[in-house]
C-alpha cells in the first residue's frame, strides 16, 4: 500500500513481521487446530498479566485475563496510535538498545493525522471517522445487505452442487461471499467485482510470493482511488458515496481510501477465515452440527460460540501506555506494550464454566472476539449476519456435509495472525 504510515515491514500491516518477533509456540496451534497454541496455554495460571519477552530483545506485556484485556481496549490510558507511540513488536535490535538506553526517539509530534487508519488512531482522530462510519452503518443499508448475503450463499452453494459432490470450500464459498459483501457495502460496479476479488485475494493471501503480493496490493490500492473517484463523479447507494457526500469537512481521496482498505481487511480476511475454520469445528464436533441440523433456529447461538471457541485474531490486538498503569495487580511503565491474547481471554475459567469445550447450546455471553471500546469492531452485526446465513445454508443445503480429507491433512494458516485454514476439501451426499 501507499502510505508512508503502513508500511510492508510493520506489524500492522504485514502480520508476519510480527510473528517472527514472537517466542515460539505463541501463535501455531498445537495437536487441535482449535485450541489457543501450546505457548499461551503453557502460561495458564500464572496470572491475567504476564512479562512477555520479544526475539527483537524488547519485552512486552501479554494478557490473557477477560477483565484486564477489556481494561485495555477500553482505557484511554492505552493507545492504539502507532504512528505516535512505538510498539515494542515493530522496533529493530538496535532500537531496542535505545529504548533500554533512554535515547530512543518517540514518534512523530503530528499535529493532525491525516491518513485514514482509524483502527490506528486515538481520539478525537478516531472518533470523528468512527462517527462518520457508524452514520453508514444504517439498519436500512444492514437490511438489504442481509438479502444480498441469502443470495450470494445461495448461488455459490449451488454452483458447488452443479460441479459434482465435492469442493474446496475456501475458494468456492468462504472467500467469494464476503468479498461480495464488502463489493456491494462499497458500490463496486458488477463489472469490476471479479477485478476487485482477484486482487483482494492475492493481497491477502500469505501464501503469495511478496512480489506478487505487493504488485496485487498496489493494484488494489489503484483500484481504491478510480473507485473513490467515480463516487465523487456518480455517488450511488452504498457506504463510500456516503462518506464522500454527507461528511463536514469533506474527506480526502487519500483518507477515503485508506478508509476503504480497513473495511476490506477488517470485514473479508476475518470473515472468510471465520467461516472456513467454523465449518472444519463443527465437521470435527459432529454431535454440535447434529444439534445444529437438528434445531436450525440455534444458529444464532452457535455462531456466538465459535466466534469465542475460535477466536481467530490471535496476538495482533496491542496497545502501547502513555502513563503508568497498574492492571491485574501489575505495575506496567509507561511506553510499554501491551498485547492482548484473544485465545486465552474468550477461554477464561472465570467467565465461561469448561471453556476448551465447543458447545453451541452455551448461553450466550459477551466475548472479546469483536474487540471492546472505542475500537469495537464496527461491522461486527454484518459479521455475524454472514456466518449466520453462509453456515445455515451449508448445513441445509449440502445434506451429509463432510470432510473429504482426514482432518490433520487441512492446512492451516499457522504462519498468520488471523487464523484459520488454506483449504478445506468438503464432500456431501
Not at 452457535?302 to 481467530?312: C, D, F, K, T, W
Request: proline share 8%; aromatic share 4%; net charge negative.
Amino acid at each position: 500500500m501507499s502510505n508512508d504510515s503502513l508500511t510492508e515491514e510493520t506489524p500492522a500491516a504485514n502480520p508476519t513481521a510480527m510473528r517472527r518477533i514472537l517466542p515460539g509456540g505463541m501463535v501455531e496451534r498445537g495437536g487441535c487446530p482449535f485450541d489457543p497454541p501450546p505457548g499461551l496455554v503453557e502460561r495458564r495460571g500464572k496470572g491475567a498479566v504476564q512479562p512477555l519477552p520479544l526475539l527483537n530483545g524488547a519485552e512486552a506485556w501479554l494478557v490473557t485475563g477477560f477483565d484486564e484485556a477489556r481494561t485495555v481496549l477500553a482505557d484511554p490510558r492505552f493507545s492504539a496510535d502507532r504512528m505516535r507511540h512505538r510498539e515494542a513488536t515493530s522496533l529493530q535490535p538496535h532500537e531496542v538498545e535505545a529504548l533500554k538506553a533512554g535515547t530512543l526517539p518517540q514518534g512523530p509530534a503530528i499535529e493532525t493525522r491525516e491518513d485514514g487508519f482509524f483502527v490506528f488512531m486515538d481520539p478525537p482522530e478516531h472518533t470523528r471517522i468512527r462517527r462518520l462510519l457508524t452514520g453508514q452503518f444504517t439498519v436500512r443499508r444492514m437490511k438489504a445487505l442481509e438479502s444480498r448475503v441469502t443470495d450470494i450463499a445461495v448461488e455459490h452453494i449451488e454452483a458447488m452442487k452443479a460441479a459434482g459432490d465435492h469442493a474446496d470450500l475456501v475458494p468456492a464459498f468462504a472467500l467469494p461471499l464476503p468479498s461480495l459483501v464488502i463489493c456491494e457495502l462499497l458500490g463496486v460496479d458488477y463489472a469490476d467485482r471479479a477485478e476487485f476479488q482477484e486482487r483482494t485475494a492475492i493481497s491477502l493471501n500469505s501464501n503469495t510470493p511478496p512480489e506478487e503480493r505487493a504488485k496485487a496490493g498496489a493494484e488494489l490500492y489503484a483500484f481504491m482511488q478510480g473507485l473513490v473517484a467515480a463516487k465523487r463523479a456518480e455517488p450511488g447507494d452504498d457506504l463510500l458515496s456516503g462518506l464522500i457526500h454527507e461528511a463536514e469537512p469533506p474527506l480526502t481521496d487519500g483518507r477515503l481510501v485508506d478508509i476503504a482498505l480497513v473495511l476490506l481487511g477488517a470485514g473479508h480476511e476475518t470473515t472468510a477465515n471465520m467461516l472456513g475454520l467454523g465449518t472444519f469445528a463443527l465437521l470435527e464436533n459432529p454431535g454440535q452440527l447434529d444439534a445444529l441440523r437438528a434445531d436450525p433456529s440455534l444458529i444464532d447461538n452457535a455462531v456466538e460460540e465459535l466466534l469465542r471457541y475460535l477466536s481467530i485474531i490471535q496476538l495482533g490486538v496491542s496497545r502501547v501506555t502513555t502513563e503508568p498503569v497498574t492492571l491485574g495487580g501489575v505495575d506496567i511503565p509507561a511506553g510499554a506494550t501491551v498485547v492482548v491474547a484473544t485465545p486465552e481471554v474468550n477461554r477464561d475459567p472465570q467467565h465461561w464454566p469448561d471453556p476448551d469445550r465447543l458447545d453451541v447450546l452455551r448461553p450466550r455471553t459477551s466475548h472479546l472476539a469483536f474487540g471492546h471500546g472505542v475500537h469495537q469492531c464496527l461491522g461486527q452485526q454484518l459479521a455475524r449476519v454472514e456466518m449466520q446465513i453462509g453456515l445455515r445454508e451449508l448445513i441445509t443445503r449440502l445434506p451429509g456435509l463432510r470432510l473429504a480429507v482426514p482432518a490433520d491433512q487441512v492446512p492451516l494458516r499457522n504462519e498468520m495472525l488471523i487464523f484459520g485454514v488454506h483449504s478445506l476439501p468438503v464432500a456431501w451426499s
